[in-house]
């Protein structure tokens, strides 16, 4: 018998039968990239653009006699409407002016006597206004709109941006604040499409400008070094230094460069008029007169 089992195996292999086993692995696959040609590599992931703003109505700016302006009032008010208070944007060499809260923004072209609201996609954390009336508008989710007098819009992400992040207009260029000790000022001269990132050393960073040579200088304020409980001492609290677009360290500003910071008029407006937030209205203050520019609170 058992020969007889040997000899039946036996013949079966001989036949070609296939044994109850685990199938042989496939040999492995291999590529063969012939000498002097590379390997294409996969293409980039392409992120969706950011898209723009929708475009908004041109607008011709236009400036007025600020005597003939808004609604004579007796007094500005002196309740407070807390996160229904308007913060003003203005410019001094555009009659353009803007009061916004953290969800409306709306904007005048001809000097305060009319206001339209932007809408705006997301909270609004900051809005400046250039030299050409172009309305630049920082949101809480680190997105900058930008509004053109013509109607045009764009969109840049600013990831660099923390949330108390500020934007301030000087002649041409945009500076991104953030307003701390140890700041790192951002500076664009193209409407925030680059960005030259300055690293700013001495104390708190109060006002900044760039010279039409390059030099970029910086005003330091001191205040909340020196004062305390007790008081603020004698002074000086306030001191310039300078650089230059290219980086390096600050050094003591010259007296010309001095000059160009610590005296920007920023909430007035093209007339030297402060635009001040009244119950809930836009106010032109002139001396001891008041204007109202708008009548309506925000929502």
């Not at 808004?70 to 003003?88: C, N």
């Not at 991104?176 to 000790?181: A, F, I, K, T």
């Not at 004062?227 to 306030?238: A, I, K, N, S």
């Not at 230059?244 to 005296?263: D, M």
Request: proline residues 7%; hydrophobic residues 40%; aromatic residues 8%.
């Amino acid at each position: 018998m058992r020969w007889f089992v040997f000899a039946c195996v036996l013949a079966g292999t001989r036949l070609g039968a296939t044994l109850v086993g685990p199938a042989p692995a496939p040999p492995p696959v291999q590529v063969v990239v012939p000498v002097g040609r590379m390997v294409e590599p996969l293409a980039p992931v392409v992120k969706p653009p950011l898209g723009a703003p929708p475009a908004t109505a041109a607008h011709r700016i236009t400036c007025g006699d600020p005597n003939q302006i808004g609604t004579p009032i007796a007094k500005l008010a002196t309740e407070s409407y807390g996160d229904h208070d308007w913060v003003i944007a203005t410019s001094q060499r555009t009659c353009v002016i803007a009061g916004w809260t953290a969800g409306e923004l709306i904007v005048s072209y001809d000097d305060g006597a009319t206001f339209a609201p932007i809408a705006i996609a997301a909270k609004i954390q900051s809005v400046a206004i250039g030299d050409t009336g172009t309305l630049y508008v920082l949101r809480a989710d680190a997105m900058l709109d930008i509004f053109h007098a013509d109607g045009t819009t764009a969109r840049r992400a600013l990831v660099f941006a923390n949330d108390e992040a500020v934007l301030v207009t000087r002649g041409s260029w945009l500076w991104l604040s953030h307003r701390v000790v140890g700041d790192q000022p951002s500076l664009s001269p193209d409407e925030g499409a680059t960005w030259i990132h300055l690293r700013w050393t001495e104390s708190y960073l109060a006002d900044l400008a760039v010279l039409a040579d390059g030099t970029v200088v910086g005003q330091s304020d001191f205040h909340g070094d020196v004062c305390d409980h007790f008081g603020c001492g004698d002074g000086p609290f306030t001191a310039e230094y300078e650089t230059t677009l290219a980086g390096g360290p600050w050094k003591p500003a010259t007296r010309s460069h001095a000059r160009a910071v610590g005296t920007n008029s920023d909430g007035k407006d093209r007339h030297g008029f402060e635009i001040a937030s009244n119950s809930g209205r836009l106010v032109r203050v002139m001396g001891s007169r008041l204007r109202a520019l708008s009548t309506r609170r925000p929502s």
